[in-house]
């Protein structure tokens, strides 16, 4: 396994470029996909974003200063690639965010893509009734198991602020499970 340091100087010299970039994907396609996932809720669109993601990553390594970690500011990019595909659609549809949201969430149902059962379809529904931050902040810690101090790396938020954001998701998501 190639050291990210390694990889990162493989991605900005031009012989051995795309044979590290054929790594990189390998090594994080999976989790970013999830990552994504979470934001977009469809898999097409996932898949889209994912895609528009690694070449922003691919464009832009030359640029990579290393200040972060290499996934940190991978995340960063798609994280920002969700966001920005979610206006631009809600906007061509005439909707607005949330309610592009809802839609979305009311079609997780019938995405063959989606495997989880009536609780988990409630869950995820609760999730996308957060605000952008919380859901961010929520899907990142819970699901992607990450500490605070990374979270803040890829949000550029402060490590207080984030587990506020945390904290009120997870009030709001067992108010919003305990209700019928």
């Known amino acids: ?15 051995t470029q795309s044979q590290a970039f054929e790594i990189l994907v ?10 994504i996932r979470r934001i977009v809720l469809d898999h097409d669109d996932t898949d889209d974003v ?24 991978m995340y960063r ?21 949330d309610e592009l949201i809802d839609k979305m969430t009311d079609r997780l149902e019938a995405d063959v893509y989606f495997e ?19 859901k961010l902040v929520f899907n990142m810690k819970y699901f992607e198991e990450m500490k605070y101090d ?5 949000l550029e938020t402060s490590v207080g602020g984030l587990k506020a954001s945390y904290h009120l998701a997870v009030k709001k998501l067992e108010a919003y499970l305990t209700t019928d």
């Open 1 to 15: 396994m190639i050291g990210e340091e390694a990889l990162v100087h493989q991605l900005k010299q031009q012989e």
């Open 26 to 35: 390998n090594l994080y396609k999976e989790r970013l996909y999830w990552h």
């Open 50 to 73: 994912l895609q528009n993601t690694f070449i922003k990553v691919y464009r832009n390594i030359g640029g990579f200063k290393g200040d972060s970690k290499l996934y940190s500011w």
């Open 77 to 97: 990019i798609a994280t920002n690639e969700s966001l920005t595909f979610l206006k631009t659609k809600s906007k061509k549809l005439g909707v607005t965010n």
């Open 116 to 134: 989880g059962d009536e609780i988990q379809l409630k869950l995820q529904k609760a999730i996308a009734s957060l605000p952008e931050k919380q």
């Open 150 to 154: 990374e979270i803040s790396e890829i």
